[in-house]
């Protein structure tokens, strides 16, 4: 039976998302793989996304400086660039985006902007705080309006 969604059809994805934390290599090691082959499979474009989190400009005392926030915004850009270009050069139809605010809601409002029908991402093991608060991962599992993928390492990884 062929792989397909709701809104994709019989023809398949069409446009996948696939968030990443430029921080954290585990984050895109372990989801651009599958992604690489989905998209492949049904010649789906791909947005690979990073977010800038409020909490990470407040750090860094730029949360309220549009020209400090920019600069913060920039190197983010250039960072997830650089890291596409390295780790998946192949992709015919690849675009990068940097959004702001909180991871999840992140990931779900760039999901709906680019009418994606698969969110590919990475997912760590669960420790005790993820089911006290809920891990971005299952966040975006509950509430995305599409299908997602949700990629861990494999075990004795980590």
């Known amino acids: 039976m062929p792989l397909s969604s709701p809104r994709s059809g019989p023809s398949g994805f069409r446009r996948i998302l696939i968030p990443v934390d430029i921080d954290e290599p585990s984050s895109w090691q372990i989801a651009f793989p599958p992604a690489r082959e989905l998209a492949k499979a049904f010649s789906a474009k791909v947005t690979v996304l990073t977010v800038l989190r409020d909490i990470e400009a407040i750090a860094q005392g730029v949360a309220y400086s549009l020209p400090g926030y920019r600069v913060l915004h920039d190197i983010a850009d250039a960072r997830l660039i650089s890291l596409v270009a390295e780790n998946i050069p192949d992709f015919p139809s690849i675009e990068t985006m940097v959004v702001s605010g909180?991871?999840?809601?992140?990931?779900?409002?760039?999901?709906?902007?680019?009418?994606?029908?698969?969110?590919?991402?990475?997912?760590?093991?669960?420790?005790?705080?993820?089911y006290l608060l809920g891990g971005n991962a299952a966040k975006v599992a509950r509430h995305a309006k599409c299908s997602v993928l949700i990629v861990r390492e494999a075990a004795g990884e980590g």
């Open 102 to 130: 909180t991871v999840y809601t992140g990931i779900l409002d760039t999901a709906r902007a680019k009418d994606s029908d698969l969110i590919v991402m990475a997912s760590h093991r669960p420790a005790m705080r993820d």
